[in-house]
């Protein structure tokens, strides 16, 4: 797998000294966090067998698309190319639904995505978009999740 250069920066910063105290992650899930074990999609997750969304000990039943409204979920900037284009597909999705529908499904994880964008700077958004364009990025979802968004 090629590196990108923000997954080299995240793995930078986190070497810093404090960097996985101040973050509340141990030396293990920091290097869970090297290894890509914990890159849920849209976000990283603390601990994907500890969902508030299925049984303890399961896989996250519901990643990537719950991890928004998750209190494990965390966003890395080699999060954001799939956060933006969740987040773009939230606002199609938006246009698809009743107002009532739309937000009693999906309001929350939108304004979830939508802080977790606003707490990034223009310069990594900016970044983020220039992923997408030019290694052409799609927004990943597993094929059960196509079934819940025609809801």
């Known amino acids: 797998m090629v590196k990108s250069?923000?997954?080299?920066?995240a793995e930078q910063a986190l070497a810093e000294q404090g960097a996985s105290l101040a973050l509340g992650l141990s030396a293990e899930e920091v290097e869970q966090l090297r290894a890509g074990e914990l890159d849920m999609g849209v976000s990283s997750?603390?601990?994907?067998?500890?969902?508030?969304f299925g049984r303890p000990?399961?896989?996250?039943?519901?990643?990537?698309?719950?991890?928004?409204?998750?209190r494990n979920a965390f966003v890395l900037p080699s999060n954001l190319?799939?956060?933006l284009l969740f987040a773009a597909h939230l606002d199609q999705l938006q246009h698809r639904l009743a107002p009532s529908h739309f937000h009693a499904l999906w309001g929350?994880?939108?304004r979830n995505v939508i802080?977790?964008?606003n707490l990034?700077?223009?310069?990594?958004?900016?970044?983020?978009?220039r992923r997408i364009a030019d290694?052409?990025?799609?927004?990943?979802l597993p094929l059960a999740a196509q079934v819940e968004f025609d809801t």
């Open 5 to 9: 250069s923000a997954m080299e920066e």
């Open 45 to 52: 997750c603390r601990d994907p067998f500890a969902s508030p």
């Open 57 to 70: 000990g399961q896989l996250c039943p519901v990643a990537p698309t719950r991890c928004p409204e998750c």
């Open 81 to 83: 190319p799939q956060l």
């Open 108 to 110: 929350q994880s939108r």
């Open 115 to 117: 802080e977790a964008l």
């Open 120 to 129: 990034r700077t223009r310069e990594e958004i900016a970044r983020a978009r």
């Open 135 to 140: 290694e052409g990025l799609t927004l990943s």
